[in-house]
């Protein structure tokens, strides 16, 4: 029988663990470029024996206009290619795997974040009700502008560079960030995309930006380092429900199935929150049905716990589950679960920003 510990071939990623680190952003890359403390951090959870069997970094901008907080490290310069290297030297070195995840947030971001203080880019000119991590900290977003149609494609390759660039940094694939109200999603949702070009409108229109920049990844690198996150009902970011999730997200793994990706990665509810939102007046959503439709290997992710990952695993409902804020407290969170023991309390003043407290500075067992 399989277990949370049991090895898995992830398309071309061979892991030692099903148990993966979710992408935590934490604000840690100073100018946008990762350094050795945050090798350091990602080195303390790579050995698949106590930690994960994949981890998954934070999300990482795929341009400059894809920045949207501050001290989040890019994957599209040389320089941050390079630095990049000395994390996956470390987690390498551990026995891990990793993979980078690639972000543009649209509208959720600041003019203070942007190059020249530009208007963030979305699918829509209609600003989010939010706020994102400037300098200060927390803010409103800033009003965004609508792309031009004849603007996408130049967006789709700045995906496809990035991509390039993760494998230049040694990375074993990458994650399209296709969730939690970001920009691929503020295509995806009819509550957010309000165009009337061949991106908007129709479900088949929507889903055209996601499955193009899929595409684009794939001819690069190839579809077995390549997987994509989804969060098909969670309200993160103001992005309402689309008006019909079921049919848009099918609709997308559809057309994702042919790329024969390494994984598809779902937010199972609302990011970070309850699991069940129809109290919120939101529909049950049927993740079977879209695991059937998308045929890849599957991780499900919000608010496992160990009892519930390994049921996950051993009912074959799920090939790989991710935990997250779990991983900042618990750097050796694979051996604590194994060892059924107490995991260390997170600190939540540490989050985002700062140094080395509450970031590198949990205790693990025996130490």
């Known amino acids: 029988m399989n277990t949370l510990f049991s090895p898995f071939q992830l398309g071309d990623i061979a892991l030692d663990s099903r148990l993966v680190m979710a992408p935590l952003t934490r604000n840690r890359a100073v100018g946008g470029i990762p350094n050795a403390l945050m090798a350091t951090y990602y080195r303390q959870r790579a050995n ?51 993979v980078v995840q690639l972000w543009h947030v649209g ?36 009003a965004p502008r609508a792309l031009h149609t004849e603007e996408i494609p130049a967006l789709v390759q700045h995906y496809r560079h990035a991509a390039r660039c993760a494998m230049d940094a040694g990375f074993d694939g990458v994650e399209i960030h296709a969730a939690n109200g970001y920009l691929i ?11 009337s070009d061949a991106y908007g409108g129709s479900p088949a229109n929507r889903v055209r930006f996601a499955l193009e920049v899929a595409q684009a990844i794939v001819d690069e690198i190839g579809g077995g380092r390549t997987g994509i996150r989804l969060s ?24 994702l199935a042919p790329l024969k990706l390494a994984y598809v990665h779902v937010v199972e509810g609302a990011t970070g929150g309850p699991r069940d939102l129809t109290d919120q007046g939101v529909s049950p959503f049927d993740y079977k049905a879209l695991r059937a439709q998308a045929q890849a290997p599957w991780m499900v992710n919000n608010g496992y716990d ?15 589950v991710a935990f997250g804020k779990a991983f900042i407290a618990n750097p050796d969170l694979g051996a604590r679960l194994k060892a059924g023991a107490a995991l260390n309390a997170l600190n939540p003043k540490t989050l985002y920003g700062g140094g080395p407290e509450g970031y590198v500075d949990y205790a693990v067992l025996g130490g």
């Open 48 to 98: 698949p024996a106590t930690g994960a069997g994949l981890i998954i970094t934070e999300a990482s901008p795929v341009c400059p206009m894809g920045h949207g907080y501050l001290d989040t490290p890019g994957i599209y310069s040389p320089e941050q290619v390079q630095a990049w290297r000395q994390i996956t030297d470390a987690v390498h070195a551990e026995g891990g795997k990793i």
């Open 107 to 142: 509208r959720i971001s600041h003019t203070s974040l942007l190059p020249g203080g530009a208007a963030p880019e979305s699918a829509t000119a209609t600003p989010a009700r939010g706020k994102t991590y400037i300098e200060g900290g927390f803010a409103p977003v800033s």
């Open 185 to 195: 999603e503020q295509f995806l949702r009819d509550s957010i995309n309000d165009r």
């Open 232 to 255: 098909p009902i969670t309200p993160a970011n103001d992005a309402a429900q689309d008006s019909d999730a079921q049919g848009l997200y099918g609709l997308l793994a559809q057309g």
């Open 306 to 320: 160990d009892a519930m990952a390994e049921a996950a695993i051993a009912s074959g409902s799920a090939d790989l």
